[in-house]
């Protein structure tokens, strides 16, 4: 059953300030964000702060639901959009935390053409136009390299911005210029397409290192949209392994969401964005 629990930063509508005490428990606990400059602090924490008046918290399996629970889910779901409209996450409102993995039901079809109704454990779900659903404990901070479900399923979100997701996110014109969808899809196709072939051809006795190793989770296989949500991950969470070993992937990321993140500290003026997006262009 449900409980439903309405965050408190959230249930009159407008906009409260996120306790101080709480944001630096939430930035401290997660390291990709405390690597991050004061000025992007700054403005994620107003991001959260409108995001956490806009969007309804609730609870499964009576999970006692906290307000720094709140502000860390607001904190990582804003990561991607710091400098990107907040209107991406516009058309929903819904928000589930379970205490862990929950059974999703999903409709598959075999390489026979025949369709079948299974049922498998997930650590999110994001449905178009409807809720994100998350396990709470895989939104705290893991001890897998380039993992974290709160990106993962908010980048499906700005994914589907557009419709369903196929791994091409809007593009704004006023915002990146000439990256077009067709540039876009220049890179990010024989990327996937090569780290399917990769991944294809591990030999079964090397699959469990292989699995345990690699940067990018071979689930990314599973669509287009699953590798852009998967790169995502490692993009924000670790993206100086990513930019080592996708720089192509790493600079087209860079390029949408408009940040450089694995750039250090000190190196970059710290009010300004640090990426260009390219030319202007007519909105």
């Not at 940067?215 to 392994?241: I, Q």
Request: charged fraction near 20%.
């Amino acid at each position: 059953m449900l409980k439903t629990l309405f965050a408190s930063l959230g249930l009159s509508r407008k906009a409260t300030a996120i306790d101080d005490n709480v944001w630096h428990e939430v930035v401290g606990a997660l390291p990709f964000l405390s690597r991050r400059t004061s000025a992007d602090l700054e403005k994620l924490r107003a991001l959260a702060t409108d995001f956490l008046a806009s969007k309804h918290f609730s609870t499964a399996h009576d999970l006692p639901l906290t307000d720094a629970m709140c502000v860390s889910v607001a904190a990582q779901a804003c990561l991607p959009i710091l400098h990107l409209p907040p209107a991406l996450y516009r058309g929903w409102t819904g928000i589930v935390l379970y205490p862990g993995e929950f059974l999703i039901r999903k409709t598959v079809q075999d390489e026979a053409g025949v369709v079948h109704d299974v049922e498998q454990e997930a650590s999110g779900e994001a449905w178009e136009g409807g809720p994100v659903v998350l396990s709470w404990q895989d939104v705290q901070a893991s001890d897998v390299l380039a993992y974290n479900v709160v990106i993962h399923e908010f980048v499906h979100k700005i994914d589907m911005e557009g419709g369903e997701a196929d791994g091409v996110p809007p593009m704004l014109r006023r915002l990146h210029g000439d990256l077009t969808t067709e540039v876009w899809c220049n890179v990010f196709d024989p990327a996937y397409e090569e780290f399917c072939h990769h991944v294809a051809n591990v030999p079964d006795a090397d699959w469990d290192a292989f699995a345990s190793t690699s940067l990018l989770d071979p689930y990314a296989t599973e669509h287009e949209s699953e590798f852009f949500a998967v790169c995502a991950e490692a993009f924000f969470v670790a993206p100086e392994a990513f930019r080592h070993e996708y720089p192509a992937l790493y600079a087209l990321f860079s390029r949408y969401f408009l940040q450089d993140p694995a750039t250090p500290v000190g190196t970059l003026p710290d009010a300004t964005p640090p990426v260009t997006p390219g030319p202007a262009a007519t909105p």
